[in-house]
Structures are given as C-alpha cells and as structure tokens.
C-alpha cells in the first residue's frame, strides 16, 4: 500500500531526539567523488526477505477463527506491503479506520508472533549481496516500519541481527516512514552522512522518505510493491536483482558481471 499516512506497522513510539544532526561528509569533500554513496540502508519486508508467507498464515488463522476462508498466499501478498492493517482491511472488507481498531487485527498479530520465520526467507541474491558489502567493509543497516517486537526476532533467525550496523523498527524513533527521521537517525547512528547512503526499498513510501533524507534511492522490482508502479515513483535507480546494487558502491566482481565482461549496471531513472 503506497500511501504517506502513518505506516500499519507502528505500535508504539519512543521519544528521542526529533532531528537528529546528520554528520558532514569526510573533512575536505567538496566534490561528487568524495560524496559517492558508502552505506546501504534497506527495508525489511519486501526488499531483504519474503516474510508474506508468514503474514498470510497469520491471516488466514485469523480468518478461520472468524469463521472465515482462508485466502491464497499469492492474492494476500500484495497486500503485505500495508502491514497488518491493510490485510485485515482487504481480509475482512473493511475500511482503514475500522481494520486499525479491530481485534482482528490484535488476533493477526498475536499469530503472527508466535510464527515470525516459519517460512521467512531472504530474497535469491540477498544472501551474497550482503556477504559481499561486507567483505568488502561496505556499512550497511535495516530501516523498516515493523515494530521491534517483530523485528529483532526475526533478523535472528535470519542472522543478520549481528551483522547489521544500525536497526530501526517503526517503534525505534517517534515517526514511521515516510517520515525521513528513521533513515536520518540511521545514518546519524552510523555516521555517514545521508548524501552517501542508498536506501533499498519496495514501496512508495521507502522512496518518499529516502528522497526526504537527501539519499539516494532505490526501488527493487521482487518486492510487494506492484510492479508497473515501480517506474512512477521517481526513485534515482531501480534495481532488478540485487547485484545490481554492487555496482552503486563501487564493487564489481565475476559473479556480477555480464557476458561480455562488464558490471551489470543498475537502471537509473
């Protein structure tokens, strides 16, 4: 669901610091090279790992409790990008305001909780993306509108919990995307200035909130986000397979290239 209201995710909201003071760029930088990009920031759901199957049994749990047929995993998916609300919204044919106060709502959650990576896994490619950045020394983090309770759980199970330099769920810091606040106290946290950040998403709203944190930004094609919409949502570069992202950071190797030789380039727009 693209839409620049409060993500579904967010439960609570802590409160820190509103404006975190973003670092300047290395002493000395003035010119484009010294502000190429040196840290990715992704989203979650969507943009590292496949976490609809889960969510969907989640809902279908609900559903059946209700008294309700369950619906199939490749209809729910694309309602995954709304979070909790939007599935039981679309699941119960509900409006917003009535999915964001429903205790089935409260009941896809508690499910959702006890089975947070039953059938979770990352996105083909993800694996050695991140294998790489890291080899190569390349900071990079989580920034997702998924409350922690969830997230911190479910980046264990995946192990990446340890490996990420910075997490924000989207009761880390007191908005949500597409507010920028998380992606600034990110960057804050690790301290690279937003100019040398990607941030890697699959919905509008990632797009939005990294362009409103003077990032550079990334829309990936494999996620939640319908497909044809992706063009239109004015993202620097869209990025059809994870490699692709290598290439933004400066890393080529074999595995990334393309027949003849060459990097395979992402597709500015």
Not at 50 to 75: F, R, W
Not at 91 to 106: D, I, K, N, V
Not at 121 to 134: E, K, T, V
Not at 160 to 168: H, N, S
């Amino acid at each position: 669901m693209t839409t620049d209201s409060a993500p579904a995710w967010t439960s609570t909201t802590l409160p820190i610091t509103e404006n975190p003071s973003p670092p300047d760029a290395h002493p000395g930088a003035g010119g484009a090279e010294q502000l190429a990009p040196t840290c990715l920031l992704f989203d979650l759901d969507g943009t590292l790992a496949d976490t609809a199957p889960d969510l969907v049994d989640a809902l279908n749990k609900t559903l059946v409790g209700a008294g309700l047929a369950p619906v199939p995993l490749n209809q729910a998916r694309w309602w995954v990008a709304g979070g909790s609300v939007r599935l039981i919204q679309e699941a119960f044919s509900l409006t917003e305001q009535q999915a964001l106060s429903s205790p089935w709502r409260g009941q896809l959650l508690e499910h959702y909780a006890q089975n947070v990576c039953e059938k979770t896994r990352l996105f083909p490619g993800i694996a050695q993306l991140l294998s790489q950045l890291d080899d190569h020394r390349i900071a990079w983090g989580v920034v997702t509108n998924k409350p922690h309770r969830f997230t911190q759980p479910l980046l264990v199970a995946i192990n990446l919990d340890r490996r990420a330099r910075v997490i924000v769920s989207g009761d880390t810091v007191a908005r949500a995307k597409p507010d920028p606040l998380p992606l600034l106290y990110a960057s804050d946290q690790i301290g690279i200035a937003p100019q040398r950040v990607i941030y890697v998403g699959d919905d509008l709203r990632d797009i939005t909130a990294g362009k409103r944190a003077k990032m550079t930004t990334a829309a990936v094609t494999w996620g939640y986000g319908p497909p044809d919409d992706v063009a239109h949502w004015r993202a620097d570069c869209i990025i059809s397979q994870p490699s692709e992202l290598l290439n933004l950071v400066g890393i080529t190797s074999e595995s990334e290239n393309g027949p003849d030789g060459s990097p395979t380039p992402a597709r500015r727009v």
